[in-house]
């Protein structure tokens, strides 16, 4: 914030104090001069005036050099109190880039003016990287929340050990090069002790981040080394997560050209592979060294064998496997026995897992942290409270639809999200309040957020608080490859994990994201059917956990089908996807 000042010697004009300053004591100078020319009776008057004269001076030009003092002192805290909206923060005790100073706000972790900020998040991060190449890595402590728990040391091992291999092992070193040469041949080799995983880009953003999280920590349980593809914009979107070597495969990978054209039909595809040996006993097996993973949501039961024990055993054999797939699966990677006593010593709070891996692995590049941080300080930072509210429409047809408007109102209102407003016509305002709450708004159309604007800024609040509608853009349609629509979609997903409280979309994996990064419990908008508001409107969800959307209903040990939500107590059935599992902690 920047003040004008009105006294014009106080703040403006140093240099023209000082010249009038001269210009008196020229002037005394003269008359101390002219002295020895007057009457010699009138020497003791004189003295006196003189004295006076000096005294004067000198009280005149300590007050002017106390004014300038005090004016490049009150500029330069001025400037110090509104920094440039791309500051760059460094260091590990860094100043928060909030402004709000009520005593009543409800999270008291984002509205310190100065903290101590853990840019490592308690060690979920390395130290090793070079800041000023992606500069969300370590300043998004300063704008999300603190981590939800505290990562498991074993997990900060884990991650230490990986990046490790990772570099051991990464595109271009001597042993990438030898495990490149086993491409064709079956079966695995002992001339290389690297194998990976190729994650291909595929799918809309939010699934896109959901599988790589999911291949991460596949990576992880299977020491493997992950490999991205970077499709058409995934280096424009995220930093690099791991020190000193690239996690982008190459464009001189042999098979590169040929992922776009991978299915459940493809000669090396896992599935298929199962099913022309059906009557085959898998441990006497010997597999290809690359080998394809459909896990796409239209994958089959021989597919689905991927989540069985015995078949993570024979997948061992292959170097190389390439997974193509478009679901959250980490929920069924927790019910393959062999992996069970890793995952609980890595994630003792089982409904941690994207979220810790989330806040690890995904890093905006500086051009989207600047949509990021431009657009909180300049609209959300100075709020007692803030609130998300991500609205994604799965009805055919032109929009805004009155039934998901009602719906939002609905539930924002019965969970005490958004106050009540006064609708009387006669009332023209009500006892103000300091609390002040700015609600995000992300939604394909701008029907919504001028909806609600409209309602809190035609009609008062009974509390007294004020409500401010913010939203960042409106797409009007889904634009996948469209790599600005992405720039924006993450920046938005950003946005919304910032929030105090968010409310999502069923079946969104933009809205799973965000409460993710945010390690947010959301409340859930139930999905609406023939167009009718849902009664409840929405519920909160049991955990900040995505949810699995197609998982296998599979018994492997039994070979028959299962309810694979009722196994075990931490996997449960999705609240806004009756068949789909989602990770929750046992003690909620």
């Not at 100073?101 to 130290?127: C, T």
């Not at 055919?396 to 016509?425: A, S």
Request: charge should be neutral.
């Amino acid at each position: 914030m920047k003040f004008k000042s009105t006294n014009r010697s106080f703040n403006s004009y140093p240099d023209e104090n000082h010249a009038s300053i001269r210009r008196l004591m020229r002037h005394t100078e003269d008359d101390h001069k002219n002295l020895w020319d007057k009457d010699p009776l009138s020497d003791l008057k004189n003295n006196q005036e003189m004295k006076c004269g000096f005294s004067s001076i000198r009280v005149m030009g300590m007050f002017a050099v106390l004014m300038m003092f005090i004016s490049v002192v009150f500029s330069v805290s001025v400037v110090l109190r509104d920094p440039p909206s791309d500051a760059v923060i460094e260091g590990s005790d860094v100043w928060i880039p909030q402004w709000n100073s009520d005593p009543d706000s409800k999270d008291g972790d984002l509205h310190r003016d100065i903290e101590a900020v853990d840019k490592l998040l308690s060690g979920l991060l390395s130290a090793k990287h070079e800041e000023g190449s992606c500069l969300s890595r370590y300043n998004s402590a300063s704008y999300q929340r603190k981590l939800a728990y505290q990562p498991s040391s074993y997990l900060i091992s884990k991650l230490r050990s990986y990046e490790d291999l990772h570099k051991r092992c990464g595109v271009y070193t001597e042993s990438y090069n030898k495990t490149l040469e086993q491409l064709g041949s079956n079966g695995s080799s002992s001339s290389s002790d690297c194998k990976y995983v190729v994650w291909i880009s595929f799918s809309g953003l939010g699934n896109r981040i959901l599988t790589l999280a999911s291949a991460f920590l596949y990576a992880l349980l299977t020491n493997r080394v992950l490999l991205v593809d970077p499709g058409t914009d995934m280096a424009d979107l995220f930093c690099e997560p791991f020190p000193e070597v690239s996690w982008f495969l190459p464009q001189d990978f042999p098979l590169k050209h040929k992922f776009s054209k991978f299915n459940h039909n493809s000669p090396n595809c896992y599935g298929k592979i199962m099913k022309n040996n059906r009557s085959t006993d898998p441990s006497g097996m010997i597999l290809p060294s690359l080998v394809y993973l459909h896990l796409v949501h239209d994958y089959d039961d021989d597919d689905k064998l991927f989540f069985c024990d015995q078949h993570q055993s024979l997948l061992h054999q292959s170097p190389w496997l390439v997974m193509k797939t478009d679901n959250y699966f980490v929920p069924s990677l927790f019910l393959i026995p062999s992996f069970e006593k890793e995952l609980h010593d890595l994630f003792p709070n089982k409904d941690t897992v994207f979220h810790f891996l989330g806040r690890y692995l995904i890093h905006p590049v500086n051009s989207v942290w600047g949509l990021i941080t431009r657009y909180y300080q300049a609209y959300l930072a100075r709020a007692s409270e803030r609130i998300g509210i991500q609205i994604r429409v799965f009805d055919t047809g032109t929009g805004p639809f009155q039934h998901i408007l009602d719906q939002v109102l609905d539930c924002t209102l019965k969970e005490n999200l958004l106050p009540q407003t006064e609708r009387r016509t006669n009332v023209v305002g009500l006892a103000s309040s300091r609390k002040s709450k700015a609600v995000l708004i992300t939604s394909l159309t701008a029907g919504y957020f001028e909806k609600l604007r409209d309602i809190y800024w035609e009609n008062p609040t009974v509390t007294g608080e004020r409500v401010s509608f913010y939203q960042p853009s409106h797409e009007e349609h889904q634009q996948t490859e469209k790599s600005i629509h992405n720039q924006k979609a993450l920046a938005e997903m950003y946005l919304l994990s910032t929030t105090n409280v968010v409310v999502t979309s069923s079946w969104s994996t933009f809205g799973y994201v965000a409460q993710g990064l945010g390690g947010l419990k959301p409340w859930i908008l139930y999905k609406p059917e023939n167009r009718t508001a849902p009664n409840p409107p929405c519920g909160r969800a049991m955990s900040m956990e995505p949810c699995f959307h197609a998982p296998p209903f599979y018994d492997c040990k039994a070979k028959k089908g299962v309810d694979t939500g009722k196994l075990v107590p931490h996997v449960r059935h999705c609240e806004d996807m009756a068949w789909g599992l989602k990770l929750v902690d046992q003690q909620d």
